[in-house]
């Protein structure tokens, strides 16, 4: 989310934080907070594997089903795609 958000305000020649939280369906004040992280913020928060996620209690659930379906897709991609979904 925090690259997507950074992408689109590409240094303020992209789009505004108002179009921005629109666009991705986020709050505006969320956008701001990402935009004004520094690097060194940035790198910390997502480096911090300790993080707990709202859906750490489902993972091997969710690596089941997709295993369980025999899909083509690799079950790390599912897994950051599911979670980036529900952030």
Do not use: W
Not at 27 to 32: A, W, Y
Not at 36 to 61: A, G, I, M, Q, W
């Amino acid at each position: 989310m925090i690259h997507q958000i950074k992408a689109l305000h590409s240094k303020g020649n992209g789009l505004s934080e108002r179009k921005i939280a629109k666009q991705l369906g986020i709050s505006r004040n969320t956008v701001s907070k990402h935009l004004n992280l520094l690097e060194t913020e940035l790198t910390e928060v997502l480096s911090d594997t300790d993080r707990s996620k709202k859906l750490d209690e489902y993972r091997s659930y969710i690596i089941q089903r997709f295993c369980r379906k025999k899909t083509n897709i690799c079950v790390k991609t599912a897994i950051t795609c599911f979670y980036a979904a529900h952030e």
